[in-house]
């Protein structure tokens, strides 16, 4: 038997040479684990099987096998020779760490892709352990297949404010760890860091792609002015909102000074380009305060003249003198001095009087300017002061109707009486009219005469009533105009008042009122007759005297004419259905 090893048993049996056996070895083929062989089932002694590693695995040290004797190998560890492949220790793409392995780092193991701080993905978030060479078992090492797995840096805003009261400037780019320059506006300094660095906003977020520009100690903070200083020259200051930057301070100038200029400091920047600068200054602009003169021709006090100036400068002096009719028991000099203690804009000083006094002379208090009057409305007693000359009741006026009081000696500043001059002031006697109507809506009778203190019946007219006086008299009407010569009629609480109607009413039957005038005597209201009826008269109602002859009835009636409601008469053809309103003939048309 050809490539085979024959054993053979001979027995001896009664001299007989019998062979009792002849068989051929072989060996059981199985495959390796994670392997596989190019022999199938049983094969004879001799026989080589060569092993192939599946996929993953590779040949750790048994390439082939060969069968040496029944079920014997001449090497029997080839079921462990296919040993998995292994990945790298190593990050699996540019700026990027692995974590969190399961199992390891074995074929098909996967572990977390996780981007580095400053970088987001935005593909898979696994990596694989791969054969790099499936067809290759002597490849020890697999590659990790990261699939669409891609960091990528974040940015941060383009446009963008780090820190208030700040802008940027001198960006290197908009990328994690890039940097702008932290300026910080005018009227601020800044005592932090000068950069901000464009961070990261979440580390542990691969999927945020959007960067935080990290300003880190920077702060603008408002710089301040000095609490205790002088604006300019001869000014102090006040009413200093604070000392911040642009806050201001009223500007006032010393007394003997006045400001033409700016009325306030503000609180500025010293140094705009140097945001190390802490301090501002206090800038006045056009603040200017300036020595102030006084008038050179002026009144120092009312009723007054000076004269002998020492000049108009600031406290100099001049002499008071008073004028006609006025005394002075005061200082007889006033002084310049500075009106700008509260005004900064008048640059003229003022005359200060002290206790000069021009004061008027007086006239009596008691006394009687002409016959038949008396006086009234006096101002007061002093000088050029007046007095309303009214003429007794009866009398009228028809020269001046003021007396005023004088200075009886014009040229002595000591002399304190003037006397009362009533000019061409003359009191005549008066009368009233005879024809002349008393009140409105009324008419006079039973007159007794025509003069001072007759009377004159008074009657209402048609639709007034009369609820005061039923007399008026004839009195004097020069108590407050003498140039009248004739009296008037005093009707004293005599009224005419017109009548009234209803305000809710129904004026006739069937009907509602509607665009009203009003509810007086001679009013109209428009008569509407309800659904259903029609007026074949007039159409409004008038407010009239329910009382003609009687001048204390106040109410009136309304009066409707000739207005009636009349029901409509319905006709019927058919569907169509004829109304008579107000004369007129419609159809309705109905279901």
């Not at 390796?32 to 092993?51: A, F």
């Not at 780019?173 to 300026?183: A, G, Y």
């Amino acid at each position: 038997m050809k490539g085979q090893t024959v054993f053979l048993k001979i027995v001896w049996l009664n001299w007989f040479l019998v062979v009792l056996q002849c068989s051929a070895e072989n060996c059981t083929v199985s495959s390796p684990l994670h392997g596989t062989t190019d022999c199938i089932g049983t094969v004879d002694v001799g026989t080589i099987c060569n092993i192939t590693c599946d996929d993953g695995y590779f040949n750790n040290s048994v390439r082939s096998a060969a069968c040496i004797k029944q079920d014997e190998w001449d090497n029997n560890n080839w079921n462990d020779t296919c040993q998995a492949i292994m990945c790298p220790e190593s990050s699996f793409i540019a700026n990027s760490q692995q974590s969190t392995c399961i199992p390891s780092n074995s074929y098909n193991d996967t572990c977390d892709i996780t981007c580095l701080d400053g970088y987001y993905n935005d593909g898979y978030k696994q990596a694989t352990c791969k054969d790099t060479n499936e067809n290759n078992d002597t490849n020890k090492y697999g590659d990790w297949n990261e699939g669409s797995a891609n960091c990528t840096a974040i940015t941060c805003p383009v446009s963008f404010t780090i820190i208030s009261n700040s802008q940027q400037s001198n960006c290197t780019s908009i990328s994690f760890n890039d940097t702008c320059d932290i300026t910080c506006l005018d009227g601020y300094y800044n005592d932090g860091d000068k950069q901000a660095t464009c961070t990261d906003s979440n580390e542990n977020n691969d999927t945020n792609r959007d960067g935080n520009w990290d300003e880190g100690s920077a702060n603008c903070t408002a710089i301040t002015c000095p609490v205790s200083f002088t604006i300019i020259s001869n000014s102090q200051q006040s009413n200093c909102t604070s000392i911040s930057f642009n806050d201001t301070c009223d500007i006032t100038c010393l007394d003997g000074y006045y400001n033409d200029g700016d009325k306030q400091a503000t609180c500025t920047d010293s140094n705009e380009n140097n945001d190390t600068n802490r301090d501002g200054n206090w800038h006045e602009g056009s603040a200017n305060c300036t020595a102030i003169t006084c008038p050179v021709s002026f009144t120092i006090i009312s009723n007054s003249q000076q004269s002998n100036c020492t000049s108009i400068s600031f406290n100099d002096t001049c002499d008071i003198t008073c004028l006609d009719g006025y005394y002075n028991d005061g200082d007889k000099q006033p002084t310049c001095t500075d009106s700008n203690e509260n005004n900064d804009t008048n640059r003229d000083g003022n005359w200060d009087e002290g206790s000069a006094n021009c004061t008027a002379i007086t006239c009596p208090v008691s006394f009687t300017i002409i016959s038949n009057s008396q006086q009234s409305n006096c101002t007061s007693n002093n000088f050029n002061d007046t007095c309303d000359i009214t003429c007794l009741d009866g009398y009228y006026n028809d020269g001046d109707k003021q007396a005023t009081c004088t200075d009886s000696i014009e040229n002595n500043d000591t002399n304190r009486d003037g006397n009362w001059d009533e000019g061409s002031a003359n009191c005549t006697a008066i009368t009233c009219p005879v024809l002349f109507t008393i009140i409105s809506n009324s008419q006079q009778s039973n007159c007794t005469s025509i003069s001072f203190n007759d009377t004159c019946d008074i009657t209402c007219l048609d639709g007034y009533y009369n609820d005061g006086d039923k007399q008026a008299t004839c009195t004097d009407s020069n108590k407050n105009n003498d140039t009248n010569r004739d009296g008037n009629w005093h009707e004293g609480s005599a009224n005419c008042t017109a009548i009234t109607c209803p305000v809710s009413f129904t004026i006739i039957s069937n009907s509602q009122q509607s665009n009203c005038t009003n509810i007086s005597f001679n009013d109209t209201c428009d008569i509407t007759c309800l659904d259903g009826y029609y007026n074949d008269g007039d159409k409004q109602a008038t407010c009239t005297d329910s009382n003609e002859n009687n001048d204390t009835n106040r109410d009136g009636n309304w009066d409707e004419g000739s207005a009636n409601c009349t029901g409509t008469v319905m006709l019927w053809r058919g569907k169509q259905k004829f109304h008579k309103l107000d004369t007129v003939t419609r159809i309705v048309f109905t279901n």
